[in-house]
C-alpha cells in the first residue's frame, strides 16, 4: 500500500505565499513522478506541477514563475513553494504519486486566496 500525507495549506491574502508539503510512504519505487493537482469549486481538476526522481519538472502555465516544485527523494517527499497567490489559485491542492506500481492520490488540502 502506499500513502501520500500532504499538509501546508491555509488561508492566505493575496500576493502572499504558502508551501506545501506531501510524503509518501509503503511500496516506492525509485522511478517515479509526484506532483501537484488542483481542483477548484465546479471545475474539473488540473495539474499544477510534477515532478520526476531525476528533477525534471513541468508547469502549467497558470503558474510558470510562481510556483515552485521541488523533492526530496530520500524522504520520498515533494514540496510545492506557491508565491504571489491569487484568488484563482483557490482551490483544493492534491498530491500525486505515478510509479509502475501504480497511480495514488492524498487526500487533498485547501488553500484560500483572499482578495
Known amino acids: 500500500q502506499v500513502q501520500l500525507v500532504e499538509s501546508g495549506g491555509g488561508l492566505v491574502q493575496a500576493g502572499g505565499s504558502l508551501r506545501l508539503s506531501c510524503a509518501a510512504s509503503?511500496?516506492?519505487?525509485?522511478?517515479?513522478?509526484m506532483g501537484w493537482y488542483r481542483q477548484a469549486p465546479g471545475k474539473q481538476r488540473e495539474l499544477v506541477a510534477t515532478?520526476?526522481?531525476?528533477?525534471?519538472?513541468n508547469y502549467a502555465d497558470s503558474v510558470k514563475g510562481r510556483f515552485t516544485i521541488s523533492r526530496d527523494n530520500a524522504k520520498n517527499t515533494v514540496y510545492l513553494q506557491m508565491n504571489s497567490l491569487k484568488p484563482e489559485d483557490t482551490a483544493v491542492y492534491y498530491c500525486?504519486?505515478?510509479?509502475?506500481?501504480?497511480?495514488?492520490w492524498g487526500q487533498g488540502t485547501q488553500v484560500t486566496v483572499s482578495s
Open positions: 515532478i520526476t526522481n531525476g528533477g525534471i519538472t
Open positions: 500525486n504519486l505515478i510509479q509502475s506500481y501504480g497511480t495514488y
Open positions: 509503503g511500496r516506492i519505487s525509485s522511478i517515479n513522478a
